[in-house]
């Protein structure tokens, strides 16, 4: 157990609607990470958010926005969703907000998106 | 140049016999090339890593052995056991933009 918390375990929903993702970093964690892993696209970074922040951003669609409340917590939020977004997408959370290279990134289970 | 190839798709291995999966990247501002294990219904976990000032890392019985010139970099699991199988994924990430890229997995299955 990493101990990061994601909920919803799974979420099925149909095209054109809007859902939230959320996780809860390990106790201390300042950082957050979401990743999408697809079996065509393959694992992709997604955003990080560092102490309420935006800190590095990667292949994230307009559709897609993500925050970080004062608690540190993250959401993920999917909208205007198309078939081609169900995947699962991972939250991971790291220490301080430099990246994998200087802190360690831990993976929570991950929500299992399905879109019909 | 983003890209971080990866191969074989999928390896059968006997128990107590060498996997070996290998990477290749472009972009040679990458500073750092991490191993990723990930198991059936678990998010992906850091097994492994390498700075690309040094040529090989060891840590128990995973080896990366990083080839700057050539821009390639390997795993070697040696004596492989069943509880190894799982889907392996390298990645590379340049530190100061805090991006990773990751390859496309390895799924890998160790015969008993």
């Known amino acids: 157990d990493s101990g990061v918390t994601q909920t919803p375990k799974h979420l099925i929903t149909a095209t054109g609607q809007r859902v939230t993702l959320r996780c809860s970093p390990r106790s201390g964690d300042l950082s957050v990470y979401w990743y999408q892993q697809s079996l065509d696209q393959g694992l992709q970074f997604l955003i990080q958010y560092y102490n309420g922040e935006e800190r590095a951003k990667g292949n994230i669609l307009e559709r897609f926005s993500a925050q970080q409340f004062p608690d540190l917590h993250s959401e993920l939020n999917l909208s205007s969703l198309e078939l081609g977004d169900s995947a699962l997408y991972f939250c991971?959370?790291?220490?301080?907000?430099?990246?994998?290279?200087?802190?360690?990134?831990?993976f929570g289970p991950g929500t299992r998106l399905t879109v019909l | 140049q983003q890209q971080v190839k990866q191969s074989p798709q999928s390896l059968i291995v006997q128990k107590g016999g060498i996997s070996i999966i290998n990477c290749a990247y472009e972009?040679?501002?990458?500073?750092?090339f991490p191993w990723y294990q990930q198991f059936p219904g678990k998010g992906p976990a850091l097994l492994i890593a390498?700075?690309?000032?040094?040529s090989e890392k060891k840590e128990g019985r995973f080896t990366i052995s990083f080839n700057k010139s050539a821009k390639q970099f390997s795993l070697h699991i040696m004596d492989s056991q069943p509880g190894d199988s799982a889907t392996y994924f390298c990645?590379?990430?340049?530190?100061?933009?805090?991006?990773?890229?990751f390859g496309s997995g390895t799924r890998l299955s160790i015969r008993p």
């Open positions: 990645a590379a990430e340049y530190s100061s933009a805090s991006k990773i890229i």
């Open positions: 390498i700075r690309p000032d040094v």
């Open positions: 991971a959370s790291s220490a301080h907000g430099g990246g994998s290279s200087t802190d360690t990134q831990y």
């Open positions: 972009n040679t501002a990458f500073d750092y």
